[in-house]
């Protein structure tokens, strides 16, 4: 198992560090006690749970003070036992920190009626020092923003490759009302409608006889090849800027027939290009 401990001042990123291991496979978990590490790593040693083989914590300044001083036997009993573990520690100025509290109003764990924020970080500084004295990879994240921080994290963990990007396609009608969450969306309205061929109307894209139809249809390749070379063309730059998800949405009027059939023949052709696709009929799902 390789173990990935997230650790560092509150405000420095360690979420964003974490989301970006998640999305490139790791299973994480935030705010985990210290005093509970081994037995987290001992549960994953069961065999139903070893084909889980990257795995990332978050450890921060919500443990117990006596938590963390018991840090550095706690990783030194793992890494005697053959676990692969590597501490990375996020940290940033002072003042940087006080802006980003400021900006976002949010509280600092360390804060109270008689602490001041100045004085929590502070105090998060010196309750870390176990941490810190065990990391491997200290990232300062003062003059960095989201998505440099990103890059860090993942070559930190020994790969320059940005997370897979997983496209969802989905059909859906207009009649329906348009998809919330849609990045591109296509309108295949101006297609030859099965729904008026008396014995197609009961079917979808997905059936044979529709597919049949819409095959036969010059204007369905060109619509079909315009949307795929787009969709090729522009697709890797999204990649690139270290999106995960991207929702291509592709509609007709009720959702059951060009749409479907659309959506499938694009999926098969950016298939075999980007790898993961997710397909979705939203009207006959």
């Known amino acids: 198992m390789k173990l990935t401990i997230i650790s560092g001042l509150s405000g420095s990123g360690k979420t964003v560090a974490l989301h970006t291991l998640e999305d490139m496979g790791f299973y994480c978990v935030d705010n985990l006690p210290v005093a509970l590490l081994e037995a987290f790593i001992h549960e994953f040693g069961k065999q139903h749970l070893k084909d889980i083989s990257e795995v990332a914590v978050g450890i921060d300044a919500r443990n117990h003070p006596d938590q963390i001083s018991q840090f550095p036997g706690i990783i030194r009993n793992c890494r005697e036992r053959g676990i692969n573990c590597k501490i990375i520690f996020l940290q940033a100025e002072n003042h940087t920190l006080l802006k980003r509290f400021s900006e976002t109003r949010r509280k600092h764990p360390l804060t109270g009626p ?48 940005s997370p897979k990007l997983s496209l969802v396609l989905k059909s859906f009608g207009y009649k329906h009302g348009l998809p919330a969450d849609a990045d591109f969306v296509f309108d295949v309205r101006c297609l030859p409608n099965p729904y008026w061929e008396p014995g197609l109307r009961g079917l979808t894209g997905l059936d044979k006889p529709v597919v049949d139809y819409l095959d036969s249809d010059a204007t369905a390749h060109k619509l079909g090849d315009h949307i795929e070379q787009f969709l090729e063309t522009w697709v890797p730059s999204f990649s690139s800027d270290n999106r995960s998800y991207l929702n291509i949405a592709i509609g007709c009027t009720g959702g059951q027939h060009r749409s479907v059939y659309l959506v499938e023949r694009v999926a098969r052709q950016l298939g075999n290009r980007f790898g993961e696709v997710v397909i979705r009929h939203r009207e006959i799902q």
């Open 114 to 161: 008689d602490t001041a924020l100045a004085d929590a970080i502070d105090r998060e500084r010196k309750l870390l020092t176990p941490i810190a004295a065990n990391a491997d990879l200290f990232i300062d994240t003062s003059q960095t923003n989201l998505y440099q921080l990103r890059d860090l994290v993942q070559e930190s963990i020994g790969s320059g490759d």
